[in-house]
């Protein structure tokens, strides 16, 4: 008990001299290294960190024990470390640094009146093209961009920067149109390219016979916040891939209540300060009927706080209301 009760001193001291600014900068770097371990869980980089992780604890090991050689050749190479870590890790730095660079100030600034309602309308127009490709059996790849720009994909394809209308989206993914093989991006509810050439996904886990339009669909959106809608050449099967995760087997209305979701977050189409503008108003009118006391009914003379009738009260209501001294 001595030894626990020293170490809850330790803290109690250590907590009474951090600061507010202490506990901010600790929850910002949890924050960050908590964001990283996901990123890396969801990619190949776990089995590298692993790997590392074992290499300290040899190289830990070796100094304890005393085995010169190994932490002699372990200590050079932790030195050069930190560039071979850059090397390794090269792809998942490049996607951190492209959602952190992501200008999510571009949709405030840019805003236009009736974006919900156009985007409900486009999203309508791509549901309707899906579901004919879905029973035609004819493959289809649609990015929904969004915070992240994708200008480097739309380089690789033809720009179109056209209305999304359905006769549209299903001449660009005729069978025998040009431009059938490679990706649409829409950007601000317009076909801004087509035919482009998308990444494919490294991730090994996912299933055997999914082909290039579905890895590529994955890709894409494990180097961004892009919304992908895939449609598959053999089976008509209408997928969609958010966040490197995806989505498959999906309904027509399945998918628009999707797209709706992801493409739509503000409620009924509202926009966002209508949306949190509700919400405030909502709490307030919660906190005032809690906080504020309703008004206090006006006592009857001659009654108590208890309700009780005095001696006078009850001779005058026997006399009939007639006060009777």
Same mark, same amino acid.
């Given at each position: 008990?001595?030894?626990?009760?020293?170490?809850?001193?330790?803290?109690?001291?250590?907590l009474?001299?951090?600061?507010?600014?202490?506990?901010?900068?600790?929850?910002?770097?949890?924050?960050?290294?908590y964001?990283?371990?996901?990123?890396v869980r969801?990619?190949?980089a776990?089995?590298v960190?692993k790997?590392?992780?074992?290499?300290?604890?040899?190289?830990?090991?070796?100094?304890?024990?005393?085995?010169? @050689?190994?932490n002699?050749?372990l200590?050079?190479?932790?030195?050069?470390?930190f560039?071979?870590?850059?090397?390794?890790?090269?792809?998942?730095?490049?996607?951190?640094?492209?959602k952190?660079?992501?200008?999510?100030f571009?949709?405030f600034?840019?805003?236009r009146?009736?974006d919900?309602?156009?985007?409900?309308?486009?999203?309508?127009?791509?549901v309707?093209?899906?579901?004919?490709f879905?029973?035609?059996?004819?493959?289809?790849?649609?990015?929904?961009?969004?915070?992240?720009?994708?200008?480097?994909?739309?380089?690789?394809?033809t720009?179109?920067?056209?209305?999304?209308?359905?006769?549209?989206?299903?001449?660009?993914?005729?069978?025998?149109?040009?431009l059938?093989?490679?990706?649409?991006?829409?950007?601000?509810?317009?076909?801004?390219?087509?035919?482009?050439?998308?990444p494919?996904?490294s991730?090994?886990?996912l299933?055997?016979?999914?082909?290039?339009?579905?890895?590529?669909?994955?890709?894409?959106?494990e180097?961004s916040?892009?919304?992908? @809608?895939i449609v598959?050449?053999?089976?008509?099967?209408?997928?969609?891939?958010?966040?490197?995760?995806?989505?498959?087997?999906?309904?027509?209305e399945?998918?628009?209540?999707?797209?709706?979701k992801e493409?739509?977050?503000?409620?009924?189409?509202?926009?966002?300060?209508?949306?949190v503008?509700?919400? @405030?108003?909502?709490?307030v009118?919660?906190?005032?009927?809690?906080?504020?006391?309703?008004?206090?009914?006006?006592?009857?003379?001659?009654?108590?706080?208890?309700?009780?009738?005095?001696?006078?009260?009850?001779?005058?209501?026997k006399?009939?209301g007639?006060d009777?001294?």
């Amino acid at each position: 008990m001595g030894v626990l009760g020293e170490a809850f001193e330790n803290i109690r001291s250590y907590l009474s001299l951090a600061s507010v600014m202490d506990v901010v900068d600790v929850a910002i770097v949890a924050f960050a290294i908590y964001k990283l371990m996901v990123l890396v869980r969801k990619s190949t980089a776990a089995q590298v960190l692993k790997g590392i992780a074992l290499l300290v604890v040899v190289l830990a090991l070796s100094g304890l024990f005393g085995l010169n @050689v190994i932490n002699y050749i372990l200590t050079t190479m932790m030195q050069v470390g930190f560039i071979a870590v850059i090397i390794m890790f090269q792809p998942e730095l490049r996607k951190i640094l492209e959602k952190f660079g992501a200008n999510r100030f571009n949709r405030f600034f840019m805003h236009r009146e009736g974006d919900a309602a156009e985007s409900g309308v486009v999203i309508s127009q791509v549901v309707s093209a899906c579901g004919t490709f879905s029973q035609e059996k004819t493959g289809a790849l649609i990015v929904f961009e969004r915070r992240v720009l994708l200008d480097d994909l739309v380089r690789t394809g033809t720009i179109i920067n056209a209305d999304v209308s359905t006769m549209l989206v299903k001449n660009i993914f005729f069978k025998n149109a040009a431009l059938h093989d490679g990706a649409m991006i829409i950007r601000e509810n317009r076909v801004l390219a087509a035919g482009c050439v998308l990444p494919n996904s490294s991730n090994t886990s996912l299933s055997r016979d999914l082909g290039t339009r579905h890895r590529a669909g994955v890709g894409v959106s494990e180097a961004s916040d892009a919304v992908v @809608v895939i449609v598959s050449e053999e089976t008509g099967t209408i997928s969609v891939a958010t966040d490197g995760m995806l989505k498959r087997h999906l309904t027509t209305e399945t998918l628009m209540a999707l797209l709706r979701k992801e493409l739509l977050p503000a409620e009924e189409g509202e926009d966002a300060t209508s949306a949190v503008r509700k919400r @405030v108003n909502k709490v307030v009118s919660s906190m005032r009927s809690t906080f504020v006391r309703p008004p206090k009914e006006k006592k009857e003379s001659g009654v108590d706080k208890n309700g009780w009738k005095s001696r006078k009260k009850r001779r005058a209501d026997k006399n009939g209301g007639e006060d009777v001294e």
